[in-house]
Nanobody, 123 residues
């Protein structure tokens, strides 16, 4: 099975940018659909973005136009580029994988999860 490890989180001021990485081991990530979810304190985990095996993407309305998701198959990594960050983007960000087609937007569609990386956006 695939193991996923997130990195790239940190503290950034509002309006700034961060790039999160989701690195895979154990399997070739290009064979997996990958998504990012986030969970803010006191809130349920929510969908952020997804990329299918074929490269199609989905984004939550809250991040459209600010976040992009991409793959680097040579590095076995999926990225989440986050621009124009807002304090409400503060959360633990998780990447998730599934070995089927489609850029699903629901948690239950994903079988494999990383441990998460903290993103904090200050006002």
């Amino acid at each position: 099975q695939v193991q996923l490890v997130e990195s790239g989180g940190g503290l950034v001021q509002a309006g700034g940018s961060l790039r999160l990485s989701c690195a895979a081991s154990g399997r070739t990530l290009s064979n997996y659909g990958v998504a990012w979810f986030r969970q803010a304190p006191g809130k349920e985990r929510e969908f952020v973005a997804a990329i299918s095996r074929g490269g199609s993407t989905n984004f939550a309305d809250a991040v459209k136009g600010r976040f992009t998701i991409s793959r680097d198959n040579a590095k076995n990594t999926v990225y989440l580029q986050m621009n124009s960050l807002k304090p409400e983007d503060t959360a633990v960000y998780y990447c998730a994988g599934r070995a089927v087609f489609g850029a699903a937007v629901v948690e239950t569609a994903y079988n494999y999860w990383g441990q998460g990386t903290q993103v904090t956006v200050s006002a």
